[in-house]
């Protein structure tokens, strides 16, 4: 069996929706012929943890190494300086890890390391890896760097983008998650062979799903119909104010009332928005609640009518993760989202899946999600995660 060194800040029991890409592949990878060695940090990195993500006994190399979280620990009564940050909280992480990394790899001789963004530091130490090594290296991008799509970073040094071309110049494979992504940083890098760059999406995870079936089984109906965000929202890339208005007006037009349809916001307290939500009158529609557990808002989504995801002009080359997760939940989905992004062009084929890039589309699909008859979604096992995973085991056998 083939060895991988996989660096990844985003692993149990941090409380993050990246942990799943690395996990999954990590569990799904030993199937494949392929060992994983993980090196993370420490829990006390992180600001919250979840239990309920739960590692596989198979994995039995997982090493942490220390780190600072700056934001929380360089803070002074809750202050910190920008430039503290850079390129990311965990950027202490690299001086544990580094020498930790080089010890793995003269006891288990790996033949692959592997890395994930969106923590720069994870690319930053498996460049210092590869390059004492000499191994070869495959640096995963969930997402594009930050200030690639976000002209609101500000940066003081740059370091993000300087990490960036280290690893695009020196990684032997570069992995993103939509193809829109690649095709941005092809053009990006045009000095590099256009075989570097390679594309693995995210997916669901069946396990994940299987384990809450017969739970669902017992689930009784709910005596609303019951439209669900699951996560975070803000104003820049992920604003709901336009489906605030839409629910105001069908409202007036007495199509849905408090009596009928509830849209519930999982894992924000709404209170930036409660004043928008007060002066349109819908207070009694729209509902916020506390995070919860991933596996709780797994269960979550398959107990409600449906499922809303909102992805901005900002985000139109990625795609969120949680879009998969709601693929294989088998409920109706609207997609607040460009007609030209990666999310809507995911969504194509997929039955069940509503999009609307505007107002007066948000309306009519949020009736057209109050009539339909649900129905079973048709191949739905190629968004999975260990199709993605043989996906990846593919590519690392052609380098390593």
């Known amino acids: 069996m083939k060895r991988i060194l996989m660096v990844a800040l985003d692993f149990p029991p941090c409380k ?86 080089k010890e793995l790899i003269e006891k288990y001789k790996p033949d692959v390391i592997w890395s994930t963004y969106p923590v720069s530091t994870a690319h930053s130490i498996a460049y210092h890896l590869a390059k004492w090594s000499g191994l070869p290296w495959v640096a995963d991008y969930r997402d594009p760097v930050q200030s690639r799509y976000d002209a609101s970073v500000k940066s003081y040094l740059n370091l993000a983008q300087r990490i960036e071309k280290n690893t695009i110049t020196h990684a032997s494979k570069v992995v993103f998650t939509t193809r829109k992504a690649s095709i941005l940083y092809e053009s990006l890098y045009q000095d590099q062979p256009l075989d570097k760059f390679h594309v693995i999406e995210n997916g669901y995870d069946e396990g994940n799903f299987a384990s809450l079936v017969e739970d669902m089984n017992k689930t009784q109906a709910n005596d609303k119909f019951v439209l669900l965000h699951s996560g975070a929202v803000y104003q820049n890339g992920r604003d709901p104010t336009a489906i605030f208005k839409a629910l105001a007006t069908l409202k007036k037009q007495n199509k849905i009332s408090s009596d009928t349809f509830e849209l519930s916001f999982r894992g924000i307290t709404g209170e930036a928005y409660l004043p928008l939500v007060n002066d349109l009158g819908i207070e009694d529609l729209v509902k916020f609640t506390p995070s919860i557990s991933y596996m709780e808002s797994i269960k979550e989504m398959m107990s409600v009518d449906a499922l809303l995801l909102i992805q901005g002009p900002l985000f139109n080359n990625q795609i969120p993760g949680k879009l998969f997760e709601y693929i294989r939940s088998g409920q109706p989905i609207l997609a607040y989202t460009a007609t030209s992004g990666a999310t809507a062009m995911a969504m194509t084929d997929v039955e069940m899946a509503y999009q609307a890039e505007n107002q007066d589309q948000l309306e009519q699909q949020i009736l057209t999600l109050l009539t339909i008859e649900k129905r079973e979604r048709c191949n739905i096992e190629r968004f999975s995660r260990y199709e993605k995973t043989k996906q990846l085991a593919q590519l690392l056998e052609q380098i390593g």
């Open 16 to 101: 993050s929706a990246g942990v799943q890409r690395t996990l999954k592949f990590a569990e799904y990878l030993l199937e494949l012929g392929w060992e994983p060695i993980v090196l993370t940090v420490e829990p006390s990195a992180h600001e919250s943890v979840d239990d309920s993500q739960e590692i596989s006994e198979k994995i039995k190399h997982v090493y942490r190494a220390f780190s600072y979280n700056a934001s929380r620990d360089f803070a002074i009564k809750g202050k910190y300086l920008s430039i503290m940050k850079e390129p990311d909280r965990w950027w202490t992480w690299r001086f544990k890890a580094i020498p930790l990394g």
